[in-house]
């Protein structure tokens, strides 16, 4: 079992930046990649960022060019540095976790971006 515990997100006007964490703890040595997804009113839960363990990374053509992800493995947590954020960008955020064979979600936490 892994388990994730996100940073508070909160509320931001547009143009601004906000960061987040996720703490992973457990069988932490079967973790692999972690992501970032999201998930607007009405709509599907998106892939936003992902980066395994070597550092390779993935974006969501929405957020490329303005939110990085990065690890820690020491500590096992993973960022989301969001900047020059949009209202569209408005979602519940949830951190996501890959073993070998399983995926663990983090409760998510609310990121708003006001016009």
């Known amino acids: 079992q892994v388990q994730l515990v996100e940073s508070r997100g909160g509320l931001v006007q547009a143009g601004g930046s906000l960061r987040v964490s996720c703490a992973a703890s457990?069988?932490?040595?079967?973790?692999?990649?972690m992501g970032w997804f999201r998930q607007a009113p009405g709509k599907e839960r998106e892939l936003v960022a992902r980066?395994?363990?070597?550092?390779?990374?993935n974006y969501a053509d929405s957020v490329k060019g303005r939110f990085t992800i990065s690890r820690d493995n020491h500590n096992n947590t993973a960022y989301l540095q969001m900047n020059s954020l949009k209202p569209e960008d408005t979602a519940v955020y949830y951190c996501?976790?890959?073993?070998?064979?399983?995926?663990?979600w983090g409760q998510g936490t609310q990121v708003t971006v006001s016009s």
């Open positions: 996501r976790a890959e073993t070998g064979t399983l995926v663990y």
């Open positions: 457990g069988s932490i040595f079967r973790l692999n990649a």
């Open positions: 980066i395994t363990t070597s550092g390779r990374t």
